[in-house]
């Protein structure tokens, strides 16, 4: 009886794994379609330039509202490199501005550097995206 038992368990806990990773493997197909999404309408930016436009005037347009987080990248050395937006896990879009790298001390004052950061005319935007399939890599594409 306890054979039959334990039997009846393992045969129930290896059907609701089993649902649990279908549902799993649908929830990370439809988050891989809405980045899809994402990048297109991300890539669409790309057709009119936003060379020397304010970084703040930039984020403020309806095409690029809908991230998450945003976070200013430094070089080694220190000096601000680029705003990074991030929209989902896998999706950013990477702002340059010009004379970014003169910002003083960026990393003793976060705010006060990311908000003289938007006040930027950007230089260049790109895209980023992270493709788990096959292997791990990732790839930018630059729109100005």
């Known amino acids: ?27 990370e197909s439809l988050q891989m ?3 899809r999404v994402l990048i297109d309408r991300l890539l ?3 057709r009119v330039s936003h060379t020397g436009t304010p970084v ?9 509202q809908g991230y ?12 601000i490199d680029y705003l990074m937006v991030q929209y989902s896990p896998k999706v950013f879009l990477s702002i ?3 004379d970014s790298d003169r ?4 990393a003793a004052h976060p705010e006060a550097a990311l908000e003289a950061f938007r006040k930027l005319p950007i230089s260049k935007i ?4 992270i493709m788990l399939q096959e292997g791990s890599r990732q790839a930018q594409h630059t729109l100005e």
């Open 103 to 106: 910002i003083a001390q960026p």
């Open 33 to 35: 379609e809405l980045d």
């Open 126 to 129: 790109g895209v980023r995206f």
């Open 68 to 79: 998450s987080d945003m976070m200013l990248r430094y070089t080694p050395s220190g000096a």
């Open 96 to 98: 340059y501005a010009e």
């Open 1 to 27: 009886m306890k054979y039959l038992i334990i039997v009846f368990f393992a045969l129930m806990s290896g059907g609701a794994m089993a649902q649990g990773s279908s549902v799993l493997a649908e929830q």
């Open 56 to 64: 703040a005037d930039f984020l403020n347009t309806e095409e690029v």
């Open 44 to 46: 669409a930016l790309g």
